[in-house]
């Protein structure tokens, strides 16, 4: 049995939104990659063992950015003066077209991973490209990595440049293709994105519907994000109420996770929808204000028991610091609350927990330090000033506002040490 024992500052993490529980002086014990339990004394059966001490370090779990353009890394901190419709024409739709050449993929895919295990993100929903090969490499990487992802193949069949459009057919066959040949394991699962359902005729949404309960597979898709998009979804499809009657009602959901990115602007029947299948909204707050104009209403759909979990949205958003997006959601919801009234206002501790503890629960046992949990975590320092001492509350929290990944001193995944440049090497190769 390979166990092994930190002993940080403290171990910090999110039992509920309300909580940031806080361990000070504590022991941890790890068990093949699995959390044995934390501990004020160590209990005599592990006493003979080396312990690491990590006195000055905070232990956290790892993060989860549950909405992430793989296909648009190179793009981000580029157009971001446009709104969400310019910015699609005129900078995205023309750089994904690049993922045809699967030499593009190889170049652009490590780099995202790299970048996002650099910030300590351990676990991600991607959005890829309607092109198979760099998704089937995508997907390999991701495999070596070691990261947990969703991941999968984009659909767009209408409403897009010739150049970025399949047939339904096509789009349909390799959908079904990459089902087939990468089926779900412990850290990667298959999922349909419809990338929204503008570009999706629904022709193509029934057949991904039929998709979806043949291989029980997931939904990972953008819900009424803008006004224009949503009014051009109801156009678009007269015979549905919104975004979330349609994915319902064509039979995307139900058979695996279903993960939604933005819901700005849900109306009852989208909330309907959320709550029947437990789905995952996902805050994007440093994209909702580059590219789409909105804010989402998370404490009122945090109030109603659903589930939300944060995404950085690049290239929509610019930052692959999942961190840094806790801190900007209470931003927003001091913004949100500001010009709309009282009850949009969010703690930084119920930021943290979506960033952790709601977003890693997609993925399993992963998002809390907790006995039973997989040891996916990181190590930070640095944070203190000197002449003052902080909490490691506050210490945690001034890291998501004004930390950087040279504050990550350590991170476990599966209970292993990894080095992202060293995994950057290795993938690089595939
Ligand atoms: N809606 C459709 N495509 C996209 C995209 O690439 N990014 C965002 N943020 N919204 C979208
Ligand atoms: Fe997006």
New binding site residues.
């Given amino acids: 049995m390979s166990t092994q024992i930190y002993h940080p500052a403290a171990i910090l993490t999110a039992p509920d939104p309300m909580t940031l529980e806080c361990h000070e002086r504590e022991y941890i014990v790890v068990e093949e990659g699995i959390i044995e339990g934390i501990y004020r004394e160590l209990p005599a059966s592990f006493r003979h063992l080396p312990v690491e001490e990590l006195e000055d370090c905070l232990l956290i779990p790892a993060f989860s950015d549950l909405?992430i353009?793989a296909s648009?890394f190179t793009e981000r901190g580029t157009g971001m003066d446009l709104l969400?419709f310019d910015?699609?024409n005129e900078y995205?739709f023309p750089q994904?077209a690049s993922f045809q050449d699967v030499g593009y993929a190889r170049k652009v895919y490590p780099q995202v991973i790299y970048e996002l295990l650099k910030h300590g993100t351990m676990h991600a929903a991607f959005?890829t490209t309607i092109h198979y090969d760099a998704c089937d490499l995508f997907w390999q990487m991701l495999q070596e990595s070691g990261m947990y992802a969703l991941s999968g193949k984009v659909n767009m069949d209408r409403n897009s440049p010739d150049y970025l459009c399949e047939s339904t057919a096509d789009s349909l066959r390799d959908t079904e293709r990459f089902l087939q040949e990468h089926p779900s394991s412990e850290h990667l699962r298959a999922v349909l994105i419809p990338?929204?359902a503008?570009?999706c005729s629904e022709g193509l949404l029934k057949g991904l519907g039929e998709l979806s309960r043949k291989y029980k597979a997931g939904l990972h898709t953008?819900l009424v994000?803008s006004w224009a998009?949503s009014a051009w979804t109801k156009e678009l499809f007269p015979d549905y109420q919104t975004d979330g009657d349609i994915y319902d009602r064509l039979g995307l959901l139900g058979n695996g996770p279903a993960v939604f990115?933005?819901v700005i602007f849900p109306e009852e029947r989208d909330l309907e929808v959320l709550k029947k299948y437990d789905a995952c909204s996902v805050h994007?707050p440093d994209?909702t204000v580059n590219?789409?104009a909105g804010i989402m209403p998370l404490k009122k759909l945090q109030d109603q028991g659903l589930k939300i979990a944060l995404g950085t949205?690049i290239?929509?958003?610019h930052s692959p610091a999942l961190y840094t997006q806790a801190a900007r959601s209470v931003q927003e919801s001091k913004i949100k609350e500001f010009y709309e009234g009282e009850g949009d206002r969010i703690s930084f501790r119920e930021a943290f927990y979506h960033a952790t503890h709601e977003g890693g629960a997609v993925f399993g046992v992963t998002g809390q330090l907790k006995k039973g949990y997989r040891f996916n975590a990181l190590a930070l320092n640095g944070l203190e000033d000197g002449a003052v001492r902080h909490t490691p509350q506050e210490l945690l929290e001034r890291f998501c506002y004004l930390g950087d990944d040279r504050r990550i001193v350590g991170r476990w995944l599966d209970g292993k040490k990894i080095d992202p440049e060293e995994i950057r090497e290795r993938i690089s190769r595939l």
């Fill in positions: 909405h353009h648009q969400l910015w699609l995205t994904e959005f990338r929204f503008p570009t953008h994000e998009e990115a933005h994007c994209a590219v789409t949205d290239g929509g958003g």
